[in-house]
Nanobody, 120 residues
Framework: VQLVESGGGLVQAGASLRLSCAASGSIFSINVMGWYRQAPGNQRELVARITRGGTTTYADSVKGRFTISRDNAKNTVYLQMNSLKPADTAVYYC???????????????WGQGTQVTVSS
């Protein structure tokens, strides 16, 4: 299973970015898809996650500003980030739980990470 992320970049505070993560390879189904981030000197933290049925969870720090969504037909997860703040600066990683053979055994995969930098 391969995950390809895109959409990061350098923006000013208040701007918006949209991250995408497309999964490919041996995929029977995908359970939870999510986004994590890691800033220098910090641990990796959950930003948002979404179940196959569409139930979402957000970190308190991004509630009301970020929206996670997914396209199950395309095996893709998105993160719409609005009203960005310098504190959002980090490497963003997508994370997916994949069943590769239809036996309900899920393995977790990580994307390569995409840098988001928000200047003040």
């Amino acid at each position: 299973v391969q995950l390809v992320e895109s959409g990061g970049g350098l923006v000013q505070a208040g701007a918006s970015l949209r991250l995408s993560c497309a999964a490919s390879g041996s995929i029977f189904s995908i359970n939870v898809m999510g986004w994590y981030r890691q800033a220098p000197g910090n641990q990796r933290e959950l930003v948002a996650r979404i179940t196959r049925g569409g139930t979402t969870t957000y970190a308190d720090s991004v509630k009301g500003r970020f929206t996670i969504s997914r396209d199950n037909a395309k095996n893709t997860v998105y993160l719409q980030m609005n009203s960005l703040k310098p504190a959002d600066t980090a490497v963003y990683y997508c994370n997916v739980e994949v069943d590769s053979s239809g036996n309900f055994r899920f393995s977790t995969y990580w994307g390569q990470g995409t840098q988001v930098t928000v200047s003040s």
